[in-house]
């Protein structure tokens, strides 16, 4: 969002997007797009 200066990059609401997405969706490093531990991801298999 700040990039293309919709909100600057020191705005509480950026900062707390920002560490909701790394507390909730960071796995060792990478960025996952959905919490596989709130339920099924819908492909079939294990």
Same mark, same amino acid.
């Given at each position: 969002?700040p990039?293309?200066?919709? !909100?600057?990059? #020191?705005?509480?609401?950026?900062?707390?997007?920002?560490?909701?997405?790394?507390?909730? !969706?960071?796995? #060792?490093?990478?960025?996952?797009?959905?919490?596989?531990?709130?339920?099924?991801?819908?492909?079939?298999? #294990?």
């Open positions: 969002m990039l293309v200066g919709f !909100l600057p990059p #020191d705005d509480p609401r950026i900062k707390g997007t920002v560490e909701t997405i790394q507390n909730n !969706l960071m796995n #060792d490093g990478f960025l996952m797009r959905y919490s596989l531990a709130e339920g099924a991801d819908g492909v079939p298999g #294990d």
